[in-house]
């Protein structure tokens, strides 16, 4: 059983929009800071985005500021990232993490414990 699970990923044109969501699994302990990173195969992953534990500091890399928003929602344990004017350089398998350690979100996946199995998007020219 994961301790995070990604969902709504998927297929869509250059230009359009998709809604990542990730639930923390109940048996998982608090997570506080927590990213979305993405996965191409033969690349390196990549930080895309990540939030502190009160949501109130948000960090983005630089090729998604503007069109990606990552957001909480603790009483429900998730996390959210709405990604809109997709361009096909996005196309990969998003990672959801987090971690009980830290409060203020890292652009590194090392500082993360816990991630999910991700989820693919894939965006068309």
């Known amino acids: 059983q994961e301790d995070l699970v990604e969902s709504g990923g998927g297929l869509v044109q250059a230009g359009g929009s998709l809604r990542l969501s990730c639930a923390v699994s109940?048996?998982?302990?608090?997570?506080?800071?927590m990213g979305w990173f993405r996965q191409v195969p033969g690349k390196e992953r990549e930080f895309a985005a990540a939030?502190?534990?009160?949501?109130?500091?948000?960090h983005y890399a630089e090729a998604v500021k503007g069109r990606f928003t990552i957001s909480r929602d603790n009483a429900k344990r998730m996390l959210f990232l709405q990604m809109d004017d997709l361009k096909p350089d996005d196309t990969g398998v998003y990672v959801c993490?987090?971690?009980?350690?830290?409060?203020?979100?890292?652009?590194?996946?090392?500082?993360?414990?816990?991630w999910g199995q991700g989820a693919q998007v894939t965006v068309s020219s």
């Open positions: 993490t987090g971690t009980g350690r830290r409060l203020l979100p890292s652009l590194r996946f090392g500082e993360y414990e816990y």
């Open positions: 109940p048996r998982t302990s608090t997570v506080h800071a």
């Open positions: 939030i502190s534990y009160t949501g109130d500091i948000t």
